[in-house]
Each structure stands twice: as structure tokens, then as C-alpha cells.
């Protein structure tokens, strides 16, 4: 075989996921273990999206309707938006991907926070486009730096809020300031896939800004704070033109008919929403309390995990957590390479974490 990949994809970086708990357990021969590592719903998926969902298995014979006109419509009458400005995706990755797609042509630019979501550099290279990453400044995103790297050839700015993996913020005053920076031909795309777990009065929330032709996309997942990772449903909202363009390469059944009816009724779902936002914030509170005396430094967080500064390579105490059943996210590919990342869970699952981390370093001390 003689594969003739143009060199922008073959430089592309794997995509490094969570483990999977069925992994971890096949290869150690253990049962029980915890995640922690994907920021995942520590609750299991929405109640009212599960009956839905299999209600609608009956219909799996039939294709979709493409574009979801119900969940588009109960989207817009929840954020008081235009639908013909809501797009679908499997995953807001796929939405990700479909921005970049329309936008980027091979020798264009994006901005990109780093360290932040690594699907943003993929997606551009995948265009055969360049990503101009802007470092953080003190974790957060440095939007003057991100302006400042704005050129001519610059077509689209990811902004991560809060961001993966440092769950910092930006504030709405601090954003509208910067998007009125950016000359016209520039789209940024907002990707709020934590926004519900924010506790910050001064978070962004870009939905305030939509409806006003803005070049700005907000997205957002059911995977997170709605328990449907599994499920694979997000969604953009943006100015309908720019849809439009989306919907000219969007394959035609991205979103299934089960994610279509499951993210329905998860939207409608609100008391489990509570209930989850409730879970992570306890969760939280009880993690840092009960890390405080181990030899280690929690950053703060306005999302569903955080990072934890071990002082000590982290490839290395993410060996030794698998061998007490607990999958945490080593740093290492984001440039972090004595960080981990763990997400709040059920209070049994922080329990196991806190334990298996005091064995751990202790080994190590
Ligand atoms: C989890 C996550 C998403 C959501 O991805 P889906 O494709 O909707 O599951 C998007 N952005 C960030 C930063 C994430 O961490």
C-alpha cells in the first residue's frame, strides 16, 4: 500500500481519549473500578431522556429527519433564538468540525487557546488550515494575546468557557470588549460545554448575544451536565447564514433519531439538571476539603472537574490509580506534565479517588 495522505492530516495528534472503564478492567482483571477522567455524569444519564429514547426504538427502521426540526424548535423556544440558526451535530465536536469546514481553506488560520479542547487544532488541520495557538496567561484564556494574534488570513477563534482542562472562565464584559476588537471576516466560536456547572455571576453566556448577526457561534453538548455522552447530540447556535453554509456539508443523518429524542426530553429534564449541578458542586466542595492535607495544590475550578498540581510526573500516578481502580486524566498530551485531571463523582466514587491518591503519593513520599 502506498497511502497518499496530504502532510496536514498525517500531522495531525491522535486524539488521546479517557480510558474506558471496560478497558481498565480487561486489562487488570479487576470489577468496581471508578472514572474520573472524562467528565462524565456522575448521576448516569436523564431519566426522562432514557424513556424517550426507548420509545423511540420502535422507529429505528426509519431515517431521521435530518435536521431535528423538533429538538430545533424546543431549542429555540428555550433560548428565545431563531432555529434557523440552530445546527445539530453528533456531538458538539462534530459542530466543531463543520465551523471549520466551511470556514477554513488550506493555508488560513485559526486562533486557538493552549492548552484547551484538542479537538480545535485537529479540526483546523483537518482543513489544511494553520492553528495559532495563544498560550494562557495564569490558566485562563488571554484574550488580548488572542486578538493580538489575529491576521488577515485569520478566519475563526475557539474560546473555550469554561476551559478544558483548567476550568477557568471568561467574563461577559471582558468578551464583548473582545469580540468588538475583531474585524469582521474573523467568526468566533464560543464552546460552552461546562456552562451549566459555572458558579461565577460574571461567566460569559454567549446565548445573550445571539440574534444580533454577531460572527459568533455558541456551542453547546448534551453529553455533560444532561448524562448523554454516549449518545453523541450538541448543537450550535449561530447567525442563520452561517448555518446555512454548515448545512450544505452536514452529512444528512448526523443526529440520529435516538439523540434527536433523547436530547428532547433531556432538555425538558430540569429537575435532573438540578440534580446534577447539585451532585458536582458537593462533589467538588468535598474533594478539595478532603485533598487539602495531601501534598498536592487543587486549582480552582467553574466546571464539572479540575486540575491537581502533583509536584511529580503524572503519567506515572496514573499507572498507579489504575491499579486501584480509578481512571483519572494525566496531563501529559495537554503540556501539563505533573497535572492530572479528575471530575467530581457520586460521593462514594471522591471517596475512592481521595483514598487511592493518599496511597499513591504516599508510596511516593
Ligand atoms: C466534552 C466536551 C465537549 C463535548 O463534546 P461532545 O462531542 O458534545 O460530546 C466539547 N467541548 C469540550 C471542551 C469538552 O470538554
Redesign the pocket.
Known sequence: MNLKAPPYITEIAPYVPGKPIEELERQYGITGSVKLAS?ENPLGPSPMAVAAITAALAGLNRYPEGAGPALVAALAEHWQVDGAGIVLGN????IIAMVARVLLAPGDEAVIPRPS?LIYDSAVRACGAKPVAVPLKDMAMDLDAMAKAVTPATRLVFV?NPN?PTGTIVRQKDFEAFLARLPDHVVTVV?E??IEFARAPEVLQTMRLQGRDLPLVT?R?F??AYGL?GL?I?YGVMPPALADLIHRVRLPFNAGSLAQAGALAALKDEAFLRRTIATVHEGLDALYRDLAGLPLRCLPTQANFFLIDLGCPADAVFEKMLHHGVIVRSMTSYGFCDFIRVNAGLPEENRRLVAALKDVLGEKI
Do not use: I, W
Not at 456531538?91 to 462534530?94: A, I, L, M, T
Open positions: 467528565n456531538g458538539s465536536d462534530e479542547f473555550c478544558n464552546d460545554a461546562y456551542l453538548t453529553s455533560k455522552a453523541r450538541g
